[in-house]
């Protein structure tokens, strides 16, 4: 069956970095795209941007560009996220969610990680 | 683009018919939309993809419908495992956007 499990929940000073991992089973990993969506508490859905797991194409949310950088180790089924620069305003859970397929990179996301608590607080 | 959901939330008895409405500021490629549950706590559930297509497991109760610009959820008969916060999105241009979100609540 397929899975996502990320990593642990982050507690980070503002200014500082984290680096979220997402770890994938059950499907051939390459084939699928890998997207990064965010909650902040009590608040909608936001999407962060998008990563090809076969090569090293990445998209990006204008919002987050040159904060955010995507990347995966094929060897270990594993996408990471890394923000930097981070402010109170980016405490929120950081999802992973793989695109289900079919129309290259525009396809909704069929299966979700967990979700990873990032409290940026100094 | 911008995408609109209406209303805000519902309050409504289990075996009530849930209606929720999502409106882009545009229209949508190739009907590019899907709509996720989220129960708190949980990550969001793929419900529907191409605004009218049943994802893997999902109950028949469950309907998408519309195009274009105006795209509508329906829930025919309320469970009571489906009081939850339901979002729509689009995923046919970049950034992918969800809706604001509609919480069905238990009247």
């Known amino acids: 069956q397929v899975q996502l499990v990320q990593s642990g929940a982050e507690v980070q000073k503002p200014g500082a970095s984290v680096k979220v991992s997402c770890k994938a089973s059950g499907y051939t990993f390459i084939s699928y795209y890998m997207h990064w969506v965010r909650q902040a508490r009590g608040q909608g859905l936001e999407w962060m941007g998008i990563i090809n797991p076969s090569g090293v194409s990445t998209s990006y949310s204008q919002k987050f560009q040159g904060r955010v950088t995507m990347t995966r180790d094929t060897s270990t089924s594993t996408v990471y996220m890394e923000l930097s620069s981070l402010t109170s305003e980016d405490t929120a859970v950081y999802y992973c969610?793989?695109?289900?397929?079919?129309?290259?990179?525009?396809?909704?996301?069929?299966?979700w990680g967990q979700g990873t608590l990032v409290t940026v607080s100094s | 683009i911008v995408l609109t959901q209406s209303p805000g939330t519902l309050s409504l008895s289990p075996g009530e018919r849930v209606t929720v409405s999502c409106r882009a500021s545009q229209s949508l490629s190739s009907n590019f939309l899907a709509w996720y549950q989220q129960k708190p706590g949980q990550a969001p559930r793929l419900l529907i993809y191409?605004?009218?297509s049943r994802a893997t497991d999902i109950p028949d109760r469950f309907r998408g419908s519309g195009s274009g610009t105006d795209f509508t959820l329906t829930i025919s008969r309320l469970e009571p495992e489906d009081f939850a916060v339901y979002y729509c999105q689009q995923y046919g241009y970049s950034p992918r956007t969800f809706g604001q979100g509609t919480r069905v609540e238990i009247k």
């Open positions: 969610a793989r695109g289900r397929g079919g129309s290259g990179s525009y396809t909704a996301f069929d299966y």
């Open positions: 191409g605004a009218s």
